[in-house]
Every structure is written in C-alpha cells, then in structure tokens.
C-alpha cells in the first residue's frame, strides 16, 4: 500500500535549515526558514515518495512491524538522497527540478492583489496636505488638487480651465497655491525671504509658464499691496502681496507667505498665491480666509493666522 504525499513545507534536502514548499506533483522555488514545529516525511526531486503505511498487516506480529519500520527509513534515505542529488544541479537540472533559490515566499500569494499590498500614501481628499514641510491645507469650494507633474510642492488650484488670455494654451487657471521648502536661505528672516520670492512667485504665475511660453503677454508693471507680519499654523511668519500688470489679460494678484516649519529642522516654508484680477477668479478676501486655515499635520483646529491678516 502508498500513499502520496501531500502538499506542504519541508526540510530542503540541499539547504540546512531552510524547508521548501512541495505542491503535491513537484518542488517548488518557495523557500523559508525551518519552523519548530516537526514536519512531514521528505518527498524526492521529481513527483511524490511512496512509503509503507508503518502498522503491520494482521498477523504480522512484531517483527511485521519491525520489518516495516525498516523499510519505511530505508525509503526515506532514499527519498532524502535523491531530492538532494537533483536539486544540487543547480542550472544544469531538468526544468521539473526544483530551482536552487532560497527567497522566501508565501504560498498564499496572489498576483491579481500584488500591487496593493502597499498602496500608495495619499492625502486627506479635502485638503492638500504638505506631508514634508508638516502643514495642511483645507481646499475650498470650487479648487481641487493639482496633478500636474509641473507643479512644484503640494499645489491646488480653481477647478474650471480657460484659454490663456495671450494663447498658448487652453489650460489657464483663476487661482492657484503651492507650498514649497524655501532653498538657501542662508540664514534669512521670513521676512527677508518672502520680499526675496514675491518676485519669482510673480514671474512663474504671469511672466511665463512653464515651459516658457508668455501665457498672459509677460508682467509690465506692479504694485506692492502688502507686506507685513503674521502669524501661521502658531509660528512668526511674513507675507508680501503684490498686484501685478499682464500684457494680456486682466493682470493678478500674488503673494509669498513664509513660515518656519514645525517639523525637522523648521526649515523655511513657502506659501504662493496667485489670483487673477477679474470677477470670474476667487475674492482677494479668499487669499486672507486660505492663509488663515493653514495649519500644522494633525492640528485639530481651524488654522492661526493672527489678526494682522486683513483685508487686502
């Protein structure tokens, strides 16, 4: 009588310590680290091991069971030395052997879920959160986050498109805001580097996109509004607000707003504004009501901008 082995780990015969999965028909390339619990009898390289069933036949007696015995351990040294003679000839054996990898695997893995075992971190769906300088962002009515690939930092902008007001493009925006990390500030004040960036923050929004196309006819002129201090998310912060002249278009607003992070090495952090100036485009107050709802990652509360903010 035989029996066939079923599927299950067991002890490699080529690798000390490791066990191998056996599907029922043949080795597989699954290996893992020995368990503690005692496993099943080893099956050979190629298909299932037959072994006498141990317990005697009727009147066998004691020696039928001795004898079976022996020739039970005779079959398993057997079983053992030939699973260790195929799987030892590494590239050069049949493709039924077992390949000679010792990655461990599960036997429960599932190719249709692979790729969601680890999905991707994704943001809070109402707000725009900037997970590297630790603030967050609650996005308004009517804006929605950018997937846009030129984007820089964690931006949203107004969710209705329209064509550029000097062509090239039919993907305008009325409003936008981006926050970044500040780069060399070299020791700066949040003042010193909002009145440094409030120009490229206007350059990026109306001088050229980009990709360096003059989507609203390049800036001609512009108008300090603001410049003043504030507090953001409980730190010391600076905004500038300009008004800013296209050549095409109805022209904008822009502001920079710097705040010291409240993460890591409190880094600066740049907030840009850019709003255009005509009646279809956010309220100028809704700069004010954007800046006040900024936070820090995990702050329960609805922002902290201090009273010095008003409107422009």
Known sequence: MSMTTPAGWFPDPNTPGTERWWDGTAWTAHTRPVQAQVPPPVPAGFGPPTVPMAQATSGGGGRGRLLALVAAGVV????????????????????????????????????????????????????????????????????????????EGATMVTDETYDCPAGGSPLCRRGRVSSITASRTDGKSPAALA??????????????????????????????????????????????????????GPGG???????????????????????????????????????ASIRPIGDATSGGVGSSIGPG
């Open 253 to 291: 607003y822009v502001q920079s707003l710097v705040l010291p992070s409240s993460v890591g090495s409190e880094s600066m952090v740049i907030v840009r504004f850019a709003f255009d100036a005509s009646p279809e485009a956010p309220k100028l107050a809704d700069m004010d009501k954007i800046a």
């Open 195 to 248: 009145e440094q960036d409030i120009t490229t923050a206007a350059d990026k929004a109306y001088e050229e996109d980009a990709v360096g196309t003059r989507i609203y006819g390049g800036i001609r002129s512009h108008t300090v509004l603001k410049s003043q201090s504030v507090a953001v998310a409980g730190r010391a912060g600076h905004l500038v607000r300009w008004r800013v002249v296209t050549g095409a």
């Open 76 to 151: 398993l040294v057997g079983a053992v030395a030939a699973g260790a003679v195929l799987l030892g000839k590494g590239d050069d054996a049949d493709p039924g052997a077992a390949p000679n990898v010792s990655e461990p695997a599960t036997t429960t893995a599932d190719p249709k879920n692979s790729q969601s075992a680890t999905p991707p971190a994704t943001d809070d769906s109402g707000s725009l959160t900037d997970q590297l300088n630790g603030i967050t962002i609650p996005i308004p009515e009517g804006w929605e986050k950018s997937d846009s690939s030129l984007d």
